[in-house]
């Protein structure tokens, strides 16, 4: 290694804000497709994702979501985002 690679990043990453909840993609990257909205709950309706007005129970999300079968994760993350909004996700710092 020379000493270059051993300097500060060229960019400053700033420091690490929390965020509550997982993203969206994350959960929807641990499912299979195409899925039935109920077994979507069953598997994942206990995990808080993150939304433009802070961290919701994917559940409370799929209860107004009129869809009942999803044939791939797009099709889904369009019903989700069409409920939960899309933007800027809240930091615990704000």
Sequence with gaps: ???EEDEEPAVALG???PVEGAPLARVT??????K???EIERLEG????????GPR???SVLEEIDETYFQRRQEFRSHVEAVIGTGPIPTADE
């Design 36 to 38: 039935e909205k109920s």
């Design 1 to 3: 290694m020379s000493d």
């Design 57 to 59: 129970e994917l559940a």
């Design 29 to 34: 990257s641990r499912l299979v497709w195409p």
């Design 15 to 17: 420091e690490r804000t």
């Design 46 to 53: 206990d995990s808080v994702i993150r939304t433009p007005d």
